[in-house]
């Protein structure tokens, strides 16, 4: 991993990405006890000049491909981990992108989206992987419940929330 | 399940969740080499498998 970060680092610092953050099962993992992922979601924001061709990361693939990187479907192999990078694809992403929190991994800075905007868009996205990883947060209890409850309520989350706590958790749950 | 062993398994889980994201991280990736390699030997079975007597 220190050297997949090591060059998206370089790819923020020549400018082919801005700001970026790791999400999904890697980025939950900041947070919870390590499971079972075979890619990394890094979610970025494009430079002006390329979010001005509709969102293309063509720039990415090409400065990639460029220094021997392979491309496998979605992902782009970077060090021994397949890569898929992440546009945000809404106001709680991107939210999720400028929030993120700064860390490091063996001595190399990267960022990590926190875990109530981690658990916001597993919500969100609502696959069954998805309800088992917000069920690991709250039962590690790494979730500060105003934070979440805010982060809700301004992404038009609170419905869904309600309705998985009616199927997942015991009613006198607090989150 | 008991709930000694129950209890255990959380307390593991708790201690694993305690871990530095460098050390996590290494655990990530043994588990993804595990994945890959388990993926791969049960393709090689699926192919025997099909081949032709």
Known sequence: ?175 | MSNSSRTDKQDRRKQLASLSFSEKVKILEKLRDRSKKIAASRSKAARALDKPQ
């Not at chain 1, 491309?71 to 192999?77: A, D, F, G, L, S």
């Not at chain 1, 309800?131 to 301004?154: P, S, T, Y």
């Not at chain 1, 992404?155 to 749950?173: A, E, I, M, N, P």
């Open chain 1, 1 to 175: 991993m220190k050297a997949t970060l090591e060059i998206i680092n370089q790819m923020q610092t020549d400018g082919i990405i801005g700001k970026y953050a790791i999400g999904g099962a890697v980025g939950a993992t900041f947070y919870l006890e390590p499971a079972a992922t075979l890619d990394v979601d890094i979610f970025v924001t494009l430079p002006e000049a390329s979010r001005s061709k509709l969102l293309s990361l063509a720039p990415i693939y090409d400065y990639l491909k460029a220094r021997g990187f392979k491309v496998e479907k979605e992902h782009i192999v970077i060090g021994d981990w397949p890569v898929q990078f992440l546009p945000p694809g809404n106001d709680l992403e991107r939210e999720a992108l400028a929030e993120a929190v700064e860390t490091e991994v063996e001595g190399v800075k990267t960022w990590v989206m926190t875990a109530e905007h981690l658990l916001a868009i597993a919500l969100s996205t609502a696959r069954p992987k998805d309800h088992a990883r917000i069920l690991q947060f709250l039962e590690q209890k790494v979730v500060n419940a105003d934070r979440l409850n805010d982060i809700l309520m301004r992404h038009g989350l609170v419905l869904k929330w309600s309705r998985f706590q009616d199927r997942y958790l015991d009613k006198d749950t607090d989150e």
